[in-house]
């Protein structure tokens, strides 16, 4: 249980749920915005993060941004969930994809979720 995954999602209840899920095997960090994902990016072996989520600035005003925004910037291997349709023409998820390894979408199977942490973790992290 030495590896540790960022769970990143706007609703408490889905992190929750994760973290009941991945906590037997790894060890959680929980947040809900995009400042999350700069705090704790890079200091983690795995991110999982909605693709809608809000990004708190300065002024303490949520905006809302997608995710990959900031996650294509980290090296750290990436699971991106989503509720979202690729070609909606609200999201960029069909180039945002590429910033990512795995997309999963709402709702998640987690015994495939289990499936891709482990195969992205032993890949990585050895």
């Known amino acids: 249980m030495n590896k540790t995954i960022l769970i990143v999602d706007d609703f408490e209840i889905i992190v929750e749920l994760l973290e009941d899920e991945l906590k037997e095997y790894y ?3 929980c947040g809900y915005t995009a400042n999350d994902i700069i705090k704790y990016g890079n ?3 795995l ?3 909605d693709y809608g989520i809000f990004y708190v600035n300065e002024n303490g005003q949520k905006d809302f941004v997608w995710s990959t925004e900031y996650l294509k910037h980290i090296s750290t291997p990436k699971i991106l969930i989503t509720g ?3 070609n909606d023409g ?3 998820l069909m180039e945002d994809k590429l910033h990512v390894d795995v997309v ?3 709702p998640i199977n987690i015994d495939e979720l289990l499936s891709h942490i482990k195969k992205l973790i032993e890949d990585t992290n050895g």
């Open 90 to 92: 609200f999201n960029n």
């Open 47 to 49: 991110i999982i993060s």
């Open 104 to 106: 999963l979408f709402k």
């Open 84 to 86: 979202a349709t690729p």
């Open 43 to 45: 200091q983690v072996d």
């Open 27 to 29: 060890k959680c960090i």
